[in-house]
């Protein structure tokens, strides 16, 4: 038989028994602890074993390896000497603490001192790993000894006398006051002992939710970029026979990944048609970039919320920008929205073909009703300045003040 | 005349390649840097007429390569370059002495004519920035302008407003000049004034105007 070194817990005698003797570690972990509660046989044989038999993978076992080195011998036979004083003076108050289990657990103490010292490298780190996750053991020899004695010697002084100051109740001197003393050093030693493993346990939720918003706001990134920029990126290689798609696609793509970066309030209201009027005018840009595959550099001095004569402005000014990426035949066209106190305007220009404003074809409806009559119906004023060869320009202008028509 | 001694400053490589090829053949590219501290050393060293600065870089940015060049260098020109929506960082960098403003979308034979321009001592105030200082200066921007927070700003001249204004209407300078009815050069010495404006106040009031901008 040899002791587990992957399935051990502690020592790895219940995964070594389980696998010589073939039956399920579990139940062989059960009846040895069950057995610690008969006067300690347990806690015996499983320290037996441990100090007996070899380590899997080892020749030798942690007894065999202690009677080869002379001073780690020497160090067990003092400790073993230490226990038995200890028992033999304590004797009275160790059986009424802890019964007749005392001795099976000072033994195992210095039986532990003895695997501590025999262990091989191997399975000291192993230990080490064992203490580091226990709880009051663990958390404070991760921050030095000293701080463990520290806790140690203070938390066990009040368990003990929480318990004894418990027990009298039971006898003569039975009242509150014993009672409220009792418990309160049994709290505040339980407390001192367990703080670190439980500030250890807050600690790591703490980091663990935060890991998870760090892992939340990236699969966000991952899907937006992936939504928005990889798909782009796709469309644009299918594409890249067309170089007008390649431009409104990247142009597109471009003003999206802008806008996300820059002005995120502003892509949530986008939608919302009674944004502001640099909202609106932003909408404009977009759509008729991504229909006409033109360029438009807009420019927007200030901002005001949008309402009926707002919604009239812009649709006056989409009409205009639409029909310059129509005929003015550019790559590039320009709007320009200013807002002062008392008036809003809006330019939309052009350096293409123009036209002859007094001529205008009947087909063209879109200026007379669209432009001039809409921004009329609300108060405004439009004026186009256009000459063959000399481009085009519309300007929009609304007054602030007054009623809304 | 000669052609522009032009060093870049950008710290994408695709752009500066990008760049490269549109401009070569019309300016000497006498060197380029991808980060603050070599652009610094390399631009002092070589003393370029012109140097395209690209705002948004690690390291303190194009606004951080200015302010140590700036003082030592004074005959080096700088043109900024971006693809940055941020109305205070462009007005940042144009108060610490760049002499213009593009966006990196500008096509090859502008950004050209804009290096010229530059190394002519004149100004490039593309229609973005037009707007960013109409913004700054006026009374109903969305933010506290930067008139309210820097009391020694000269306000605009009703003149400067409308050139400013024609040339965020998309107008280039030819364009304003017969509009207005004047010539060219006047129109060149309104915009250089409106520069020289937001240059003249103090740096310390430029940055509360920023932070007090960002926080709303």
């Known amino acids: 038989m040899t002791r587990s070194s992957t399935g051990a817990v502690v020592g790895g005698v219940c995964a070594g028994l389980a696998v010589r003797l073939g039956v399920r570690e579990l139940w062989v972990r059960i009846i040895v602890s069950v057995s610690v509660l008969f006067f300690g046989i347990g806690l015996f044989v499983y320290m037996s074993a441990w100090l007996l038999v070899p380590r899997w993978g080892e020749d030798r076992s942690v007894a065999q390896r202690l009677i080869g080195a002379r001073r780690e011998s020497h160090i067990i036979l003092w400790a073993l000497l230490v226990a038995l004083i200890a028992l033999l003076a304590l004797g009275d108050f160790a059986k009424h603490w802890t019964g007749a289990a005392s001795w099976p657990v000072l033994l195992a103490v210095v039986a532990l001192v003895a695997v501590w010292f025999g262990a091989s490298r191997d399975e000291r780190s192993h230990l080490q790993d064992v203490v580091n996750a226990t709880p009051i053991l663990g958390a404070s020899s991760a921050r030095g000894w000293r701080a463990l004695v520290w806790r140690l010697v203070p938390g066990i002084l009040l368990l003990i006398l929480g318990l004894t100051t418990l027990q009298k109740l039971g006898g003569i001197s039975a009242g509150a006051f014993h009672a409220v003393v009792g418990a309160g050093a049994l709290a505040l030693g339980a407390a001192i002992l367990l703080a670190p493993w439980w500030l250890d346990i807050v600690r790591d939720l703490s980091r663990e939710r935060r890991e998870r918003v760090r892992v939340e706001e990236r699969a966000k990134l991952v899907a937006h970029v992936h939504d928005s920029v990889l798909q782009t990126l796709t469309l644009i290689e299918k594409a890249a026979t067309s170089p007008a798609d390649v431009v409104r696609l990247a142009r597109a793509q471009e003003r999206e990944l802008r806008q996300w970066l820059f002005a995120p309030e502003h892509v949530a209201q986008r939608e919302d048609a009674s944004g502001t009027l640099a909202q609106q005018l932003r909408g404009i840009e977009s759509d008729v970039e991504c229909e006409y595959g033109v360029t438009v550099e807009l420019v927007v001095v200030g901002d005001c919320p949008g309402d009926a004569r707002i919604a009239a402005l812009t649709a006056a000014t989409r009409e205009a920008a639409i029909n310059a990426a129509k005929w003015a035949h550019v790559a590039r066209i320009s709007i320009y929205g200013e807002v002062e106190t008392t008036n809003v305007s809006v330019f939309v220009r052009d350096t293409g073909v123009g036209f002859d404003p007094d001529h205008v074809a009947d087909d063209r409806h879109g200026i007379n009703q669209s432009i001039i009559e809409r921004m009329a119906s609300h108060g405004g004023r439009a004026v186009i300045r256009s000459a063959p060869g000399d481009g085009t320009e519309v300007q929009l202008s609304m007054s602030l003040s007054g009623v809304p028509a | ?216």
């Open chain 2, 1 to 216: 005349m000669s052609q522009p001694r032009v060093f870049l400053v950008d710290d994408h490589e695709l752009i500066r390649s990008g760049i490269r090829t549109e401009i070569s053949s019309h300016v000497d590219i006498v060197g380029e840097a991808d980060e603050v501290d070599a652009a610094i050393e390399l631009i002092l060293e070589r003393e370029p007429d012109v140097v395209l600065l690209d705002v948004h870089m690690p390291d303190g940015g194009g606004l951080a390569v200015l302010c140590a060049v700036a003082p030592c260098a004074p005959d080096v020109r700088f043109l900024a370059l971006s693809v940055s929506d941020a109305a205070d960082d462009v007005i940042s960098v144009v108060r610490a002495g760049a002499r213009g403003y593009v966006t990196k979308n500008i096509l090859g034979t502008d950004l050209v004519d804009a290096i010229y321009r530059v190394h002519d001592g004149d100004v490039v105030f593309s229609p973005r920035l037009a707007g960013f200082v109409l913004d700054a200066f006026s009374e109903t921007s969305t933010g506290p302008s930067l008139s309210s927070i820097d009391p020694d700003l000269d306000q605009l001249t009703p003149r400067e407003r409308q050139v400013l204004r024609l040339i965020a209407r998309g107008y280039i300078y030819r364009d304003v000049a017969r509009e207005l009815d004047i010539s060219i050069k006047t129109v060149e010495s309104h915009v250089s004034s409106v520069l020289r404006k937001l240059q003249l106040s103090t740096r310390h009031q430029l940055t509360n105007w920023a932070s007090e901008r960002r926080l709303n």
